[in-house]
């Protein structure tokens, strides 16, 4: 049989056409589990054993170095498999293991060890290594080839010391975390100091320049970079030098890249340079034995606020391709075959993401049986949302034992919404965070319990430490040092020396003024522990010691993120206050204390995993939780009024639904709490875009069958009423019975497509999709 036949025996046809594919620009339009990795692995295997390609002269980009690992052991693997038949006449798993690791070694030194896979970071990281001392910066500064790498850390660091040590600026005005965060969005768009100016010509804009600049120079004087410039250099490098280009445009004769819709400008700019040599006409351009190789897929586009840039994928035909229609192109694939989830799932998702109109056509294509019903809860509130995800847990691993609890997914819009779900859990499901931190362990949670508890407790010396200097107040590590030396000798508390003005005077040198001030700040809030309500106590702290105004300044995502957790605060000690007897700021203390303490336990069993929807992104889970479908938390209110917002909001929702394998729950409450305030609420639109067979509102199933079931064979829903088709215009008078009457202000979308804008008396304008809250025109 011919080695290639055999080889691509195990692809399905669009796999195996995407992987022979040999000279040229190709485009693989990968959709959620539809192979994509085998599709990359086998075409690296398949130019080095059929087209005598050397690894050498591959150039695999990955977006994870988790991804980068697993795309090595799987390419190993498809050698010494090869190797273990020819010399052994077997399946390598069934050698003993001393001949798999022989056998595995000898792969690793003639193949993977040469292969250039990794992060756009790791490997143009490498490519600096050699080539940085020829690169020409505009103001002259310069680097050698050992430079050093800085962390975010780090870089947070230097431009602190550069806005409070050598410009003398006011950091309150012009926060540090705040001009990094400038510094790394224009690199990232590819600007210089001087570009920044032109972009911002106002104050604020002269001096992220100035920064900028001098940023850069500190960098050089320390012979580092940070991570935008592992990709920011090489790129102005290759322009500027078309020797070292014309290099690196060699050694790379065969590029792939993984997560395409994922790309910024810069990076793109630097793949378009090594597949073309900078040629700007792609009728020039030479594909003699060289490719470029694309994966992505623009219905799974969600990293906007990352820079990620998913035109970039939609252009690849325009830029590289021939810019046939789809169904005549040879320089596009689509992997349409999902092997991962059941076949009711896919028709949702499919039906979903058809309301974007910025995406390549393509539709999910089933090859396993239908399916439990996805399953659509509407609760009275978040707790009793939380309840319900609770009890469906538990009677499912109960009628299933085979599920452990590792096989289930809860997900969610935004960090916030982990706490009502942590606290329906903690007593008896084991679970854990994904990507990012249980609620009580954020640093800002931290921080405000901090505050909170030297109220009840001045001794509490580890909480004084780590909010005196927080926000920063200008109290440096040698005077604590000092105030803690004279606690430590008169063996007394720490607070007793800092709560006295004359003590603080005598010790604190210049920074006494900023002691004082934090001591009389805690006293005043110590003063009103027994009048005022906790959340009220914690709003006011965050308001006076300017907590929640330095987040404000920094205006980034994090800090927004931040924000929106504090508010989340604010809901638990009101949830508190109406559940417990004991509704004192001690108890709830003690309640949050316990909180921390319980999620310590389990530790090494399967747990749920709770995590937000962005995070959720390349995994998988057997049953999947979609929790909060409401207008404003999902869609996210900032992305009403923005078309392209919404789009991306409607990704991830696709996103969410594609991580099902069996079975998926929807969620959503009537009224929520969050952040800080108690609403009603109404359904996602996104519930409305879903098809009326496919999700059923009656009485949850309990089993997550694993069997085939024909539709045929599915149990009828319960489908809630709608109202009779009616011509909605703007200025109609309506009736809705939650917000009461309103006013029509816009008519968005057509049939089935259509959402109202309503103005609501004192309760502004809300979006509302009349198919799933039905209106009684006035």
Known sequence: MPVETDFLASLNASQRQAVQHFCGPLLVVAGAGSGKTRALTYRIAHLILNHRVNPENILAVTFTNKAAKEMKERIELIFAQRLAQEREGQRLELLPEHQQVKLRSRVYKDITKHLWIGTFHSLFARILRDDINKYQDPKGCQWTKNFTIYDESDAQSLVKNIVTKQLNLDDKKFNPRYLRYGISNAKNQGLYPEDVLIQQPNYKGRVLSEVYQEYQSQLAANNALDFDDLILIPSRLFSQNESVLGYWHQQFQHILVDEYQDTNRIQYQLINLLATNGEPNKQQI?????????????????????????????????????????????????????????ENILEAANNLI??????????????????????????????????????????????????????????????AQSRVLEEALRADIPYHIVGGLKFYDRKEIKDALAYLRLLTNPNDTVSLLRIINTPRRGIGQKTLDQLISASQELNVPLWEIISDETSVNTLAGRAAKNVNEFAQLIQSYQANVEQLPAAELLDGLLDASKYRQDLQNQGTEEAENRLENLKELDSAMMQFAEENEDSSLEGFLANASLASDLDNLNEGEEKVSLMTLHSAKGLEFPVVFLVGLEQGLFPNRRTLDDPAALEEERRLCYVGITRAQEQLFLSYAQERRLWGYREPAIPSQFLGELPDELVSHSSPPIKARRQQQPKAQQGKQTKQPKPASHAWQVGDRVFHETFGEGEITHVLGSGKKTNLAIQFSGLGRKIIDPKIAPLQPL
Not at 298 to 312: G, H, L, N, V
Not at 324 to 339: A, F, G, I
Not at 357 to 382: F, V
């Open 286 to 342: 030479n594909w003699e034995n060289r490719s470029i190789f694309v994966v992505g897929d623009a219905d799974q586009s969600i990293y906007s606020f990352r820079m990620a840039d998913f035109t970039i994928l939609l252009e690849f035909q325009e830029d590289f391709g021939d810019g046939l229609p789809d169904d005549d192109t040879r320089t596009m694939v689509k992997l349409e075959e999902n092997y991962r989830s059941r």
């Open 354 to 415: 058809e309301n974007n109109s910025e995406r390549i056509d393509k539709i999910l294509k089933p090859t396993r049986g239908y399916g439990e019903q996805i399953y659509c809860y509407k609760a009275e509130n978040e707790i009793e949302e939380a309840r319900f995800i609770r009890n469906q847990l538990l009677n499912l691993t109960r009628e299933n034992p085979e599920l452990g609890w590792g096989s289930f997914a809860i997900l969610y819009r935004t960090n």
